[in-house]
């Protein structure tokens, strides 16, 4: 391993509410990140608005928040080689329409907000959205 790295992917409720966390962790099983610690839980809308503070100034961040919050959600720890990028890659762009193919927002994203899926985006992130979750 020359960049093992770790990293927060949350299952949000449009795919928990599908039954796709199976079938979304086999895709990451099958590209070597391995699922190191997870839980299923149901935030509420201020403990969104702490997690996506980052986009407070967005004009979506509302919705966002109110979205995440409305039903249960599946949060995750990825381990593996470069697994912040490689997560990245997995899951497609933000907005499903522009995702490549084979990706899981490609699959199984539904429009921009309801993209079935969240993933840290730098290895700093990683590790502060896995400490808000799992407080390591
Ligand atoms: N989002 C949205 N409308 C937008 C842009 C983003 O609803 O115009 C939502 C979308 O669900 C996205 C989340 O806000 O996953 C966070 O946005 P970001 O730009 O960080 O995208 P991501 O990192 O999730 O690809
Ligand atoms: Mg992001």
């Known amino acids: 391993m020359n960049n093992l790295e770790r990293t927060?992917?949350?299952?949000?409720?449009?795919?928990?509410?599908?039954?796709?966390?199976?079938?979304?962790?086999?895709?990451?099983?099958?590209?070597?990140?391995?699922?190191k610690d997870t839980k299923k839980l149901h935030i509420s809308k201020d403990e969104a608005a702490e997690f996506y503070k980052v986009h407070q100034s967005k004009p979506f961040y509302d919705q966002l928040c109110s979205y995440l919050s409305s039903g249960p959600i599946e949060v995750m720890i990825l381990e593996g080689e470069n697994a912040v990028l490689k997560n990245r890659e997995l899951m497609g762009a933000t907005d499903p329409k522009n995702a490549k193919d084979g990706t899981i927002r490609k699959l199984f994203g539904v429009s921009i907000d309801k993209n079935s899926v969240h993933g840290s985006d730098s290895v700093d992130n990683a590790k502060n959205e896995i400490n808000f979750f799992f407080n390591k």
């Open 8 to 35: 927060l992917s949350i299952i949000k409720p449009d795919a928990v509410e599908r039954n796709l966390s199976e079938k979304i962790k086999s895709i990451f099983l099958k590209n070597n990140l391995l699922v």
